[in-house]
């Protein structure tokens, strides 16, 4: 079946380091692929999405390139703040199922 | 503003007590959800409304029940509330149905503590 495999956290940086959150998925057929964002809290949000191949999602600094031949969606941020602390997740598409497939989701602490 | 409203935003109740959670979308999508949110934030679907229809039902105790009387609503029903049910629940809705193809409209999540 269908799956996504997330990064275990938490992910500590400094501010201003550089962001890789690594997400892998397996699927059948062409899923689209999402990263959504927790802050403490609150509900998720949209941060991105890639509805094909070679799509790149980006989003506040953040981006993520959907890569058919790895089967990879991993996330990057070039500079990070401490406002970026959250948890973040990745998720498919699965449109046999009407729903989204969840990543077990990353938590990204940024210090000062 | 509010796109997706859930009451109460916490809930602290005793065992073998029932409980209502609702949920209030105000963007017109046609379908709704309600997921359970555990200690270690993994996110697990329950069920989905789709144009008032159920149209996922995952294996969940039968012990909740979730009802939709318009597509802008989908309430949760808790009978028997046991230690385990503690957890973060957040109702969502997305334009459609379609495969998860659309963005999902989180609420703010009720905190509910059986204790």
């Known amino acids: 079946g269908n799956s996504v495999t997330q990064m275990e956290g938490p992910v500590t940086l400094s501010e201003e380091a550089f962001l890789t959150i690594n997400c892998t998925y397996t699927a059948t057929g062409y899923p689209s692929l999402f990263w959504y964002v927790q802050y403490p809290g609150e509900g998720l949000q949209l941060l991105l999405k890639a509805t094909k191949a070679d799509d790149k999602g980006s989003n506040k600094g953040f981006e993520a390139t959907y890569r058919k031949e790895t089967t990879s969606f991993h996330l990057e941020k070039g500079s990070v703040q401490v406002s970026d602390s959250a948890v973040y997740f990745c998720?498919?598409?699965?449109?046999?199922?009407?729903?989204?497939?969840w990543g077990a989701g990353t938590k990204l602490i940024i210090k000062p | 503003d509010t796109a997706v409203s859930q009451t109460p935003k916490y809930l602290v109740t005793q065992m073998g007590n029932d409980k209502s959670i609702k949920c209030e979308q105000n963007?017109?999508?046609?379908?709704m959800y309600w997921y359970k949110q555990d200690s270690k934030k993994f996110l697990k679907i329950m069920f989905s409304y789709n144009n008032k229809e159920l149209i996922i039902n995952e294996t969940v105790p039968n012990r909740f029940s979730p009802k939709s009387p318009d597509k802008a609503h989908l309430n949760l029903h808790i009978n028997s509330l046991e230690l385990g049910d503690s957890a973060v629940y957040f109702c969502a809705s997305s334009q459609d149905g379609s495969g998860g193809q659309e963005t999902q409209y989180f609420g703010p999540g009720t905190r509910l503590l059986v204790l």
């Open positions: 963007l017109g999508h046609d379908t």
């Open positions: 998720a498919l598409s699965d449109r046999s199922n009407y729903q989204l497939i």
